[in-house]
């Protein structure tokens, strides 16, 4: 079967996207990987490594903010290379420095802010350069990507010490930063890679106005929702093996890896599900918040290690399906408005605002309620999705 030359096209953007956004996604996942490590070690107590993710989250949701509204005005070579190089050298920086908690947290706000660099930018250049079929797969590429980058930062932990860990990522980063920027280069001489071409519709009144029209309120909430479940419920899934179910900290990292691997699938599941629905992105977004909810009640009442697992698991994959709805296919739909990556950097802005507030809580909330009921938290997280998914008007397609 001959491949047209639109789809050629989206594969070679789409492919650059998607590695790079897999060593963005190594890069943010090992200190999840490798903090069982590092506590066990006493480097960090579990307070600090709380901080420090919350620090992360911080400079990442501000970055993607900032990063998204100058994503619209700044060619994508130089946002994503730039990010992943500077990002590399703040997290060797880290590595090195962290013996002072000082240097360890301004550094790892760094590269938080350096990694929030490609998102808003590489979502515009995929949606405005693709057909919106190409576009979806692409996004379901790098999307996949973010959800692999668990398992691979696990794989990491399992097999090297943690200074081992940071440092194979920083390499991952400044190389893949500067083979972007080639590639890009490449694309844009041969045309393949356009700006510029979708400006904000004339008479559409300000931006803000237009973007409420595409239902912007109902995918903020589901942003937030879903940003606390697939990066703090995630981020402590290892801690939780640990302590909750009494694994040792190398066979919770082995835990780890092997749950991510599952969970970085669920991207296909999501779209598979939405194509079978008929592409209504509305139900799709409610019938996996309620998949959740439920998984989640299920996790609270079985304690038997194994099944325990299973339906943690299935719970962060029914909200990372959710997720997925969000990040490939509405923020690509985005593209006639010409605020793809200023939308999209929002969207992000408030995801991670919301991982970074919620990790700080749940690490005090460990010490003060418990497991059990943190558990019950995410689980009412989950039903108050269901609730935004609900449709206030006719159920219509996705665009």
């Known amino acids: 079967m001959k491949i047209s030359t639109s789809a050629k096209n989206a594969i070679l953007i789409g492919g650059t996207c998607s590695v790079s956004y897999l060593a963005v996604y190594v890069a943010r996942n ?16 579990t307070g600090s490594i709380g901080t ?16 998204g ?9 130089y946002m994503i290379s730039f990010g992943l190089i500077l990002a590399g050298i703040s997290n060797l920086v880290f590595t090195y420095g962290a013996g002072s908690l000082a240097v360890a947290y301004t550094a790892y706000a760094l590269t938080g802010f350096f990694l929030a660099m490609i998102y808003g930018p590489m979502t515009k250049v995929v949606a405005e350069n693709t057909e919106p079929v190409y576009a979806t797969r692409c996004s379901l590429g790098y999307t996949f990507a973010s959800f692999f980058g668990s398992p691979a930062a696990g794989a990491l932990a399992a097999v090297l010490a943690w200074q081992g860990v940071f440092n194979v990522s920083s390499i991952m980063l ?3 930063g500067g083979v972007a920027f080639l590639v890009f280069l490449l694309l844009e001489k041969k045309g393949i890679v356009q700006y ?22 109902k995918y903020t909430l589901v942003s937030v929702l879903t940003g ?6 995630v981020f402590w899934l290892p801690t939780y093996i640990a302590q909750f179910l009494g694994f040792s900290a190398e066979r919770s990292a082995m835990i780890f890896t092997v749950s991510t691997f599952v969970i970085s699938l669920t991207t296909f599941v999501a779209i598979f599900v939405y194509e079978r629905l008929g592409s209504n992105m509305d139900l799709t977004v409610l019938l996996f918040f309620a998949a959740s909810a439920v998984c989640f009640l299920l996790v609270f009442l079985i304690r038997q290690p194994a099944l325990n697992i299973i339906f943690m698991v299935l719970a962060i994959m029914a909200a990372d399906a959710a997720a997925t709805m969000l990040w490939s296919r509405y923020c690509p739909s985005l593209r006639d408005t010409g605020m793809v990556s200023g939308a999209t950097g929002f969207l992000d802005f408030m995801s991670y605002m919301a991982a970074s507030v919620s990790s700080t809580l749940f690490a ?9 009921n943190l558990i019950l938290i995410w ?21």
């Open 379 to 399: 689980l009412g997280l989950m039903m108050l999705g269901v609730i935004v998914a609900l449709p206030y008007k006719k159920i219509k397609k996705a665009a």
């Open 364 to 372: 005090n909330a460990v010490s003060a309620i418990g497991w059990e």
């Open 228 to 233: 606390v479940v697939r990066t703090t419920v």
């Open 69 to 77: 509204i100058i994503g619209d005005k700044i060619k994508a070579k």
């Open 174 to 176: 400044i190389l893949m």
């Open 30 to 45: 090992i200190l999840s990987a490798i903090s069982p490590q590092m506590i066990e070690d006493g480097i960090f107590t």
């Open 196 to 217: 510029g071409q979708y400006q904000k519709p004339k008479g559409s009144g300000g931006g803000i106005q237009l973007l409420l029209q595409h239902q912007i309120v």
């Open 52 to 67: 420090l993710s919350s620090v992360y989250f911080i400079t990442y949701a501000v970055g993607q903010l900032i990063n």
